[in-house]
């Protein structure tokens, strides 16, 4: 395939990835939003009568001329308590909305991620079929099975096992000097074992075994696709809260980012730690969401005095972050690719 031609179709694929990834980022988020505001409205429906009908009953008393009766004292520390409550209504619709909206957000990646696979899964298909067709003789032709066995498990989640194994057959068949041999003994995965085990057996009668593996022309990795593996850098984070700092991390485990992150819960002094290394960072994040204005000051002070670019993020969830990750990460790559 011309190369300018499958560079142009990578970058539209990705390209469009964002692009859906934007959308269901901001369905999300609106998701998210209106469900705020419904529990919003539903706790102070319910704590502000609560609370007028104890201020009623304690302001009852006091016309009643019952200014030190003990049942006035614990009224008002009942009032007490509800106004606490309702002052922190907000921080807690919120923790309950970000952590249901971390769970969504986990959900659709798991759904991309499939797709990237089965994507994968498919051209995989495509490139051992070629694989066989390629195969112009009986003991290469046989020879292919060991590398076919070596795929059984993407094969079998995409239905193509059958397909795979009867492509062997007809191969072995055309090339055999003594008619069909081969034929199925069982089911499709007990054949392709048998053809297997053939392969190996023929393998020990000489010293050469051509080793076939297939090519990669349909697929872009021979590696099995999975979200951000390929990112590699130093990345700091300041701000958003304990689930999501856990949830992102949890995506790039198997990533090679250093990622360093001081929460609002981790206080100023850890954020302090993360201060000093805001030159060393390959990218600077800072979210606002659960971040206190002192945070998000220091961090953004402590990049101004290193010269350290930084990105602000306002959302809650996950998909953001993950993609300023990749995205800055990615551009920082190509950039070092340019200049070698």
Request: glycine share 4%; hydrophobic share 35%.
């Amino acid at each position: 395939m011309d190369i300018e031609l499958e560079n142009l179709e990578t970058s539209v694929e990705n390209l469009l990835s964002v692009a859906q990834s934007h959308l269901e980022e901001r369905k999300l988020q609106e998701q998210r939003d209106k469900q705020y505001q419904d529990i919003i409205r539903q706790r102070e429906s319910k704590l502000n009568p609560l609370l007028k009908k104890v201020q009623d009953m304690i302001s009852t008393y006091k016309a009643e001329g019952y200014h030190n009766a003990d049942i006035i004292s614990q009224l008002q520390e009942k009032a007490t308590d509800i106004r606490r409550e309702i002052a922190e209504i907000p921080e807690k619709a919120a923790e309950l909305v970000d952590s249901q909206l971390v769970l969504r957000e986990e959900r659709l990646l798991e759904e991309k991620a499939r797709e990237k696979v089965k994507k994968w899964q498919t051209e995989l298909k495509n490139d051992l079929l070629e694989m066989l067709q390629e195969q112009t003789d009986f003991f290469s032709a046989t020879d292919a099975a060991i590398a076919v066995r070596g795929y059984v498990d993407d094969l079998r989640e995409i239905g193509a096992l059958e397909e795979v194994v009867d492509a062997l057959i007809n191969q072995i068949n055309a090339h055999s000097e003594e008619g069909p041999v081969a034929r199925l003994r069982g089911t499709h995965e007990q054949t392709l074992n048998f053809i297997h085990n053939k392969a190996l057996e023929n393998r020990s009668r000489t010293d050469f075994h051509p080793n076939i593996q297939p090519k990669s022309r349909y697929r872009k990795s021979e590696r099995r696709p999975e979200l951000y593996a390929e990112l590699q850098g130093k990345v700091l984070v300041f701000g958003g809260h304990d689930r999501l700092q856990t949830a992102v991390k949890n995506r790039l485990r198997n990533s090679q980012v250093d990622l360093q992150w001081y929460s609002e819960q981790d206080g100023l002094q850890l954020s302090a730690q993360g201060e000093s290394q805001v030159s060393s960072a390959d990218l600077v994040l800072i979210i606002t969401g659960y971040a206190s204005h002192s945070m998000t000051e220091r961090a953004m002070e402590a990049c101004k005095k290193a010269d350290q670019k930084f990105e602000i993020i306002s959302t809650t969830g996950m998909t953001r972050v993950l993609e300023a990750i990749e995205a800055g990460l990615k551009t920082q790559q190509l950039a070092q690719l340019w200049n070698k």
